[in-house]
C-alpha cells in the first residue's frame, strides 16, 4: 500500500530564508507524489505534481520538489520565503494497487513564515 | 478558469438530520472524488465515480451515499448525521478514467458540515 510520512508537523522559517518541508514515501510501485498548499479556511491548491518524467518538479510560486528514488523522498523546497507561504502543506501519493486513484495525503506540515 | 464549485459553502445541522452536499466538477472532467478533513486532520479518501458509476470506495460510513449524475456533478448524502462528523467535505474532479493515476485532482473549496 502506498503512504506518505511527513517528517516535521511544524516549521517555522524567516522571511527571505529557504524552506525545506520533508516527506518520505512508501510504494510498492513507481508512485505519483504530488504537494498541495492549504491556506488557513480554503481548499486545497496544487502546488506541484511528480509523474515519472524529469526528477526535479517545479512549481507555482517558485516551489520545487526533487522525486530521489534511492532515499524514496520528495521534500519540497523554495530559495526565499514570503509571508504569504504562511499555511499547511500535504505530501500525497496517488495511485493504488486496482483501478484507483485515490489520493493518500500525509498528516500535512504548518509552516510559519516570520517577518 | 472554471474551477470546482461546492455548494453550499456551509451547512450547520443538528444529530440525527440528513444533509445533501453538492458537487460540480470542472467542464470537461467525467471523475469525481469525495475528501473528509475532520478538525485538525489531513483529508481521507471516501469515495470516487468515473461516467456515473463507483470507481472506488474508502472510509465512508454506511449513513452516507453518493452518486454522480448524467452531467457529471455529484451529491454526498449523509443520514443519522452525528457530532464526529463535522468536518470539511472536499470534491475534486480529475479528466479521464479512475486508474490513470497521473491525472491531476482540483479540488473544490469544501462545504463546512457542522453537527451540533
Known amino acids: 500500500a502506498q503512504s506518505v510520512t511527513q517528517l516535521d508537523s511544524h516549521v517555522s522559517v524567516s522571511e527571505g530564508t529557504p524552506v525545506l518541508l520533508r516527506c518520505n514515501y512508501s510504494?510498492?510501485?513507481?508512485?505519483?507524489l504530488f504537494w498541495y498548499v492549504q491556506h488557513p479556511n480554503k481548499g486545497l491548491q496544487l502546488l506541484l505534481k511528480?509523474?515519472?518524467?524529469?526528477?526535479l518538479v517545479k512549481g507555482i510560486n517558485g516551489f520545487e520538489a526533487e522525486f530521489k528514488k534511492s532515499e524514496t523522498s520528495f521534500h519540497l523546497t523554495k530559495p526565499s520565503a514570503h509571508m504569504s507561504d504562511a499555511a499547511e502543506y500535504f505530501c500525497?501519493?496517488?495511485?493504488?494497487?486496482?483501478?484507483?486513484?485515490?489520493?493518500?495525503f500525509g498528516t500535512g506540515t504548518l509552516l510559519a513564515v516570520q517577518p | 478558469a472554471a474551477g470546482v464549485i461546492q455548494s453550499p459553502r456551509h451547512l450547520i445541522k443538528e444529530k440525527r438530520e440528513t444533509a445533501t452536499l453538492k458537487c460540480y466538477p470542472i467542464?470537461?472532467?467525467?471523475?469525481v472524488y469525495w475528501y473528509q478533513q475532520g478538525p485538525g486532520q489531513d483529508p481521507q479518501f471516501l469515495i470516487s465515480?468515473?461516467?456515473?458509476?463507483?470507481?472506488d470506495k474508502g472510509s465512508i460510513p454506511d449513513r452516507f451515499s453518493a452518486q454522480q449524475f448524467s452531467d457529471y456533478h455529484s451529491e454526498l448524502n449523509m443520514s443519522s448525521l452525528e457530532l464526529g462528523d463535522s468536518a470539511l467535505y472536499f470534491c475534486?474532479?480529475?479528466?479521464?478514467?479512475?486508474?490513470?493515476?497521473?491525472?491531476?485532482?482540483?479540488f473544490g473549496p469544501g462545504t463546512r458540515l457542522t453537527v451540533l
Open positions: 475534486a474532479s480529475s479528466l479521464g478514467p479512475a486508474g490513470a493515476s497521473t491525472d491531476t485532482q482540483y
Open positions: 510504494s510498492s510501485y513507481s508512485p505519483s
Open positions: 511528480y509523474t515519472s518524467a524529469a526528477t
Open positions: 500525497v501519493v496517488s495511485g493504488g494497487s486496482g483501478a484507483t486513484n485515490k489520493l493518500i
Open positions: 467542464p470537461r472532467h467525467d471523475t
Open positions: 465515480f468515473y461516467e456515473k458509476m463507483q470507481s
